[in-house]
């Protein structure tokens, strides 16, 4: 059993920065993939990004490579995403997810309760 806990949304203009944290806690958490999803109203959700449990492998959605980074501290079982250049599109709920595969996250099995970003001026 994991839990995990999004923090760090928020509103910020165009252009901008912010970084999400998601806390995980349970046991052998650091054998699960975890990713970075979001929904916004009217959309389905999106996975956004996932890194292995390693942190030596990560994959990006094409609407956020360049702008968006995921990095994984072991030691403190937390995972983050920083984003950059912040476009209103961006807007949506966050999600992070664990996903037993070690290496993608087609299929998490235990999900944060969200964090709002709104891009906005």
């Known amino acids: 059993q994991l839990q995990l806990v999004e923090s760090g949304g928020g509103l910020v203009q165009p252009g901008g920065s912010l970084r999400l944290s998601c806390a995980v806690s349970?046991?052998?958490?650091?054998?699960?993939?975890i990713g970075w999803f979001r929904r916004s109203p009217g959309k389905e959700r999106e996975e956004v990004t996932c890194i292995s449990s390693s942190g030596s492998r990560a994959s990006y959605a094409d609407s956020v490579k360049g702008r968006f980074t995921i990095s994984r501290d072991t030691a403190k079982n937390t995972v983050y995403l920083q984003m950059n250049s912040l476009k209103p599109e961006d807007t949506a709920v966050y999600y992070c997810a664990a996903d037993p595969r070690q290496t993608m996250c087609v299929s998490p099995n235990y999900w944060g309760p969200g964090t709002q970003v709104t891009v906005s001026s």
């Open positions: 349970g046991l052998a958490a650091e054998y699960y993939a």
